[in-house]
């Protein structure tokens, strides 16, 4: 008996066959066979969205080619689950993103949850680091009151202890603008030489010294 | 930036963490924030609770007050929580939604309260109006998740052995019941005598509410089941199967109807299900290979326990040895067995091997009025 394949073609252009029941597997794929009559040959492939490249596709694959086999006891699927996510966060993002662009729910869903175990319990730092995040919030946005609506008393916690920062930070602002008239006023006045540049460097010192503390804090 | 995940996609993942988590998620960088703040429903870590399993918590039978730890399903994780809000050290008698029902084990005569692990918020109940020691506790949660996070409930005590009127003491017939709705007890109807002596002398663990009965049995071997019709106040007793050779028996509540656990030596342990006319049907065996690593190489079922919840059932023995689980997966009517692995360490601290009790939980950090 003549196995059936599906053509697909990935963002970069390359085009490949897979086995039919391992490709159907994908509900975007497995919509664009039966509604548009597509994939049936080189010329009809399957354009895949963009967020799905060969090597995420390869994964992909591997998943379904697993999964699709009806016999598997959830024993054998639930370890081969376990082991098909250990890769590292980026292709895990990667993978996920892919997953959701070909609407392979129980695949979105395993790597969600991988993720989510990954954030969950770690500082805003780590987990820019982790996911190479920018640092592009302001410190008054990342000191923005969290919406309680069921009272929790954590988030409580956080929220006081947000306004307690953000009353400081105002407080080194204020004083910022302060230090800057002085400064302002003491040029205007065109003092000797010697004494504004002490001036001037006493007020430089004092603004780096605020500058420190922001961004310590 | 290659992490730059579309927004329902991080959305979904943000669902599935813990409130100050996803605080922390939402103060990374602006990408995340907005997304965050787009989708603050599927990014509730509350709605999911409610739509999601319930939590296994795991008290420490030994060294109470100090620690419990919680087995959280979604991302098959444990926690620790501290206890060190507890007053006294307390033994638990049943959960209702995210509360536990709660006996301090300093006292004799039986003393009520409610607590809420997770947000620390410790009550005690009115005294009953009659002093008691050694009663039977049933509870029946009254209305349905939908209603609210901390659904309301009634108490049911029964059995047990107050002071009679010329000193000494007799077994208590009067059966009492606190409503939550109105904070008081009141007595409720008559416990007969047989019924009382076998509540109080097989103090029972748990009760179970199924289809407008509360069933309660005894807490050893020859197991019987003694059960209560709340609206007709009619009290009836019934057999179970093999009960003088369980060495471990468990009553449940699964998809509404009461079901039996129990192991006996030598064999596998079985799962039976109420029928018409009072009669047991097999339902489920334990696998044997899960069952046997369950047991870790002994013969005997004694140490093993077991508890439920609407949607699962789970056997246990240590906070390390893991737990044999038999689940209700997301298409209904389909039910599948799972190993949990045992807690051994938490955040990288080794954690204890200790024996431990087991109750469910559907968290919320919603605080209690009651």
């Known amino acids: ?217 | 930036m290659w992490s730059n995940l579309p927004f329902d996609v991080l959305a979904k993942i943000f669902s599935f963490l813990s409130p100050d988590s996803l605080a922390r998620a939402r103060s990374t960088c602006r990408h995340w924030n907005a997304c965050v703040d787009t989708y603050p429903i599927a990014t509730s870590f509350i709605l999911l609770s409610l739509h999601h399993r319930a939590w296994f918590l795991a008290l420490p039978t030994r060294n109470r007050g100090e620690h419990c730890y919680v087995h959280n399903p979604v991302i098959d994780n444990w926690h620790l929580l501290s206890l060190d809000f507890l007053p006294d050290p307390v033994r638990p008698v049943a959960s209702i939604g995210a509360l536990i029902l709660v006996r301090p084990t300093n006292c004799t005569v039986l003393q009520l309260a409610l607590c809420n692990p997770f947000t620390r918020q410790f009550r005690y109940l009115p005294m009953s109006n009659i002093s008691r020691t050694n009663p039977a506790v049933g509870v029946v949660t009254l209305d349905s998740v939908q209603h609210g996070p901390n659904p309301n409930f009634r108490v049911y005590v029964a059995g047990g052995m107050s002071e009679a009127p010329r000193g000494g003491a007799m077994y208590e017939l009067k059966l009492e019941m606190y409503d939550s709705m109105d904070d008081t007890w009141h007595v409720v109807g008559f416990v007969p005598t047989e019924f009382a002596v076998r509540l109080t002398v097989w103090t029972p663990n748990e009760s179970v509410y199924s289809n407008g009965v509360l069933y309660w049995m005894t807490s050893a071997r020859a197991y019987s089941v003694m059960g209560y019709e709340i609206d007709g106040h009619r009290w009836r007793g019934f057999g179970v199967p093999m009960a003088d050779k369980l060495e471990f028996a468990a009553l449940l509540c699964r998809n509404g109807g009461l079901t039996l656990v129990g192991g006996a030596s030598e064999g596998e342990a079985c799962i039976w299900e109420l029928k018409e006319g009072d009669r047991w049907g097999l339902i489920q065996k334990v696998p044997m290979e899960m069952g046997r690593k369950l047991l870790g190489g002994k013969r005997s079922w004694v140490s093993i326990k077991c508890v439920g919840s609407e949607e699962a059932i789970y056997l246990y023995k240590e906070l390390g040895s893991g737990m044999v689980v038999w689940r209700e997966m997301e298409e209904k009517a389909r039910w599948a067995w799972f190993w949990i692995e045992g807690c051994h360490s938490i955040g990288g601290n080794q954690v204890p091997n200790l024996p431990i009790k087991g109750v469910f939980l559907r968290p919320n950090l919603f605080p209690f009025t009651f």
């Open chain 1, 1 to 217: 008996m003549m196995k059936s394949y599906i053509w697909l073609q990935t963002a970069d252009g390359s085009i490949q066959q897979v086995e039919q029941e391992v490709a159907m597997f994908c509900p975007m794929i497995c919509h664009e066979v039966i509604q548009k009559g597509m994939g049936s040959s080189k010329n009809y492939a399957i354009s895949l969205p963009q967020r799905v490249n060969p090597a995420m596709l390869s994964l992909i694959l591997d998943y379904c080619r697993f999964h699709q086999v009806p016999g598997r006891s959830n024993k054998e699927r639930k370890s081969f689950d376990e082991k098909f996510i250990r890769m590292d966060t980026k292709r895990l993002c990667e993978l996920t993103s892919a997953a959701d662009s070909l609407q392979l729910k129980p695949l979105v869903d395993l790597t969600s949850r991988a993720l989510a175990r990954i954030i969950e319990g770690k500082s805003p730092e780590e987990i820019r680091e982790i996911f190479h995040l920018p640092d592009d919030l302001t410190e008054e946005e990342k000191l923005e009151p969290l919406k309680n609506t069921t009272d929790d008393p954590r988030i409580r916690l956080l929220n006081r202890l947000y306004a307690k920062k953000r009353k400081e930070l105002k407080e080194r602002q204020k004083l910022k603008v302060t230090v800057s008239c002085f400064c302002f006023y003491f040029l205007t006045l065109r003092l000797k030489k010697s004494v504004l540049m002490i001036v001037q460097l006493m007020i430089s010192c004092h603004l780096l010294m605020e500058t420190m503390e922001i961004l310590k804090g």
